[in-house]
Antibody, heavy 122, light 107 residues
Framework: HLQLRESGPRLVKPSETLSLTCDVS??????????WGWIRQSPGAGLQWIGS???????YYNPSLASRAAISVDTSKNQFSLDLTSVTAPDTAVYYCVTWMTQSFVLYSDHWGQGVPVTVSS | DIQLTQSPSSLSPSIGDRVTITCRAS??????LNWYQQRMGKAPKLLIY???SLQSGVSPRFSGSASGTEFTLTINGVQSEDSATYFCQQGEDPPYNFGLGTNLDIK
């Protein structure tokens, strides 16, 4: 049974980089049918897709965050990561790592981590 | 970007009621619409994918339908454990936007 778990600092200072890691267990990143991604949730913006990555490292991003977001994958550690640079208060949110599955041309997220709350504050 | 308009924003049904939540897409997205349930303090959980397909392990009280750009999530015989916020999400084109959610508060 595939499980995802986020880790990283809960508090980040404005203008610094938010870095989170998602550990994948119960399956292999490079052998599974999934691709992988990050979604965040805040009271102001609701649920927001940040970006997604394939096991070979190919990634694509929400245009509103593309200039600041970078997702990478480490198949040797069976994990993937998010870096979000130059953070400000609106980046305060709960961050989820998720799987993306494509079935009959339909794309959906069927596994979510528990979420990690991140606050941007000095 | 494809926008999703979800209605109503909140509902207060009684146990056993039939509940309908609607999500309207700003353009044609075929059947690429998913529904999620989020209980308080938890991560969202996939209920329906591809507009009508029930995710494995989800109660058959949940069903989805589609007509053009309008999608519906129906809960037949709502139970106390259905108290949650429900979101739609489009998987047609990135960015994969979500609706703003419908809060279901069981009386």
């Amino acid at each position: 049974h595939l499980q995802l778990r986020e880790s990283g600092p809960r508090l980040v200072k404005p203008s610094e980089t938010l870095s989170l890691t998602c550990d994948v267990s119960g399956g292999s990143i490079h052998r599974s049918p999934y691709h992988w991604g990050w979604i965040r949730q805040s009271p102001g913006a609701g649920l927001q897709w940040i970006g997604s990555i394939f096991y070979d490292g190919g990634a694509y991003y929400n245009p509103s965050l593309a200039s600041r977001a970078a997702i990478s994958v480490d198949t040797s550690k069976n994990q993937f990561s998010l870096d979000l640079t130059s953070v400000t208060a609106p980046d305060t949110a709960v961050y989820y790592c998720v799987t993306w599955m494509t079935q009959s041309f339909v794309l959906y997220s069927d596994h979510w981590g528990q979420g990690v709350p991140v606050t941007v504050s000095s | 970007d494809i926008q999703l308009t979800q209605s109503p924003s909140s509902l207060s049904p009684s146990i056993g009621d039939r509940v309908t939540i609607t999500c309207r897409a700003s353009q044609y997205i075929s059947n690429r619409l998913n529904w999620y349930q989020q209980r308080m303090g938890k991560a969202p959980k996939l209920l329906i994918y591809g507009a009508t397909s029930l995710q494995s392990g989800v109660s058959p009280r949940f069903s989805g339908s589609a007509s053009g750009t309008e999608f519906t999530l129906t809960i037949n015989g709502v139970q106390s454990e259905d108290s949650a916020t429900y979101f739609c999400q489009q998987g047609e084109d990135p960015p994969y936007n979500f609706g703003l959610g419908t809060n279901l508060d069981i009386k």
